[in-house]
Protein backbone atom coordinates (compact mmCIF):
# COMPACT_ATOMS: atom_id res chain seq x y z
CA UNK A 1 0.00 0.00 0.00
CA UNK A 2 1.22 3.18 -0.77
CA UNK A 3 0.98 6.12 1.76
CA UNK A 4 0.51 9.42 0.45
CA UNK A 5 1.99 12.37 2.11
CA UNK A 6 3.19 16.26 1.19
CA UNK A 7 2.45 19.56 1.46
CA UNK A 8 0.57 22.09 -1.04
CA UNK A 9 1.19 20.56 -4.54
CA UNK A 10 3.90 18.11 -3.30
CA UNK A 11 3.61 13.94 -2.85
CA UNK A 12 5.94 11.54 -1.59
CA UNK A 13 5.18 8.01 -1.14
CA UNK A 14 5.85 6.73 2.77
CA UNK A 15 6.63 3.03 1.02
CA UNK A 16 9.93 4.39 -1.29
CA UNK A 17 12.47 6.16 0.86
CA UNK A 18 13.93 5.54 4.52
CA UNK A 19 13.47 8.56 7.42
CA UNK A 20 15.72 7.27 9.56
CA UNK A 21 19.60 7.24 7.74
CA UNK A 22 19.87 9.96 5.98
CA UNK A 23 19.89 13.23 7.68
CA UNK A 24 22.39 16.72 6.64
CA UNK A 25 21.93 20.15 5.21
CA UNK A 26 20.46 20.92 1.94
CA UNK A 27 22.65 24.05 0.31
CA UNK A 28 22.10 26.40 -2.41
CA UNK A 29 24.76 27.58 -4.77
CA UNK A 30 26.14 29.78 -3.02
CA UNK A 31 26.73 27.27 0.07
CA UNK A 32 23.69 28.49 2.22
CA UNK A 33 21.19 26.09 4.39
CA UNK A 34 18.09 26.29 2.47
CA UNK A 35 16.74 22.96 4.06
CA UNK A 36 17.74 20.14 5.96
CA UNK A 37 17.72 16.65 4.28
CA UNK A 38 15.66 14.27 6.34
CA UNK A 39 14.90 11.20 4.12
CA UNK A 40 16.50 9.45 0.88
CA UNK A 41 14.26 7.66 -2.13
CA UNK A 42 14.66 4.32 -1.61
CA UNK A 43 15.98 3.46 -5.17
CA UNK A 44 15.66 -0.78 -5.08
CA UNK A 45 11.84 -0.86 -4.11
CA UNK A 46 11.30 2.50 -6.41
CA UNK A 47 12.96 0.52 -9.52
CA UNK A 48 10.72 -3.07 -8.49
CA UNK A 49 7.49 -0.46 -9.24
CA UNK A 50 8.70 1.99 -11.85
CA UNK A 51 11.44 -0.39 -13.69
CA UNK A 52 14.06 2.93 -13.43
CA UNK A 53 16.50 3.39 -10.93
CA UNK A 54 15.92 6.79 -9.50
CA UNK A 55 19.68 8.74 -8.84
CA UNK A 56 20.24 11.56 -6.07
CA UNK A 57 16.52 12.04 -5.01
CA UNK A 58 16.08 13.57 -1.53
CA UNK A 59 13.40 14.47 0.79
CA UNK A 60 14.06 17.72 2.73
CA UNK A 61 12.20 20.27 5.25
CA UNK A 62 12.17 23.97 3.89
CA UNK A 63 14.11 26.26 5.90
CA UNK A 64 11.02 28.45 6.97
CA UNK A 65 10.33 25.44 9.18
CA UNK A 66 13.71 24.62 10.44
CA UNK A 67 13.60 28.81 10.84
CA UNK A 68 10.08 28.44 12.80
CA UNK A 69 11.55 24.98 14.69
CA UNK A 70 14.74 27.11 16.13
CA UNK A 71 12.68 29.92 17.14
CA UNK A 72 10.47 27.67 18.95
CA UNK A 73 13.24 26.15 20.93
CA UNK A 74 14.77 29.60 21.40
CA UNK A 75 17.70 28.52 18.97
CA UNK A 76 20.24 31.82 17.45
CA UNK A 77 20.70 31.37 14.02
CA UNK A 78 22.16 33.69 11.09
CA UNK A 79 20.85 34.41 7.47
CA UNK A 80 22.99 35.57 4.70
CA UNK A 81 22.64 36.59 0.89
CA UNK A 82 22.37 33.71 -1.90
CA UNK A 83 23.68 35.82 -4.78
CA UNK A 84 27.16 34.46 -4.95
CA UNK A 85 27.23 31.37 -6.58
CA UNK A 86 30.36 28.95 -5.39
CA UNK A 87 32.10 26.05 -7.03
CA UNK A 88 30.71 22.64 -5.64
CA UNK A 89 34.29 22.25 -3.86
CA UNK A 90 33.81 25.68 -2.39
CA UNK A 91 30.43 24.95 -1.06
CA UNK A 92 31.52 21.68 0.28
CA UNK A 93 34.44 23.28 1.88
CA UNK A 94 32.25 25.94 3.44
CA UNK A 95 29.59 23.14 4.20
CA UNK A 96 32.44 21.22 6.09
CA UNK A 97 32.66 24.19 8.87
CA UNK A 98 29.06 23.58 10.13
CA UNK A 99 28.52 20.00 9.29
CA UNK A 100 29.40 16.69 11.65
CA UNK A 101 28.56 13.73 11.14
CA UNK A 102 26.55 11.70 14.24
CA UNK A 103 27.00 7.94 14.86
CA UNK A 104 23.80 5.98 16.65
CA UNK A 105 26.00 2.91 17.95
CA UNK A 106 23.20 0.89 19.43
Known amino acids: MLHGCGVGNTTCFSEFYD ?3 YCGPLLDQAGNVVGVV ?3 LNAVKM ?3 TGDIPQNVNFALKASLVRDMLEVKDID ?3 A ?3 KELKTVDIF ?3 KKFTVLVE ?3
Do not use: F, G, N, P
Request: charge should be positive.
Open 19 to 21: LHI
Open 38 to 40: TAK
Open 47 to 49: AKY
Open 77 to 79: YET
Open 81 to 83: SSK
Open 93 to 95: DKA
Open 104 to 106: CLQ
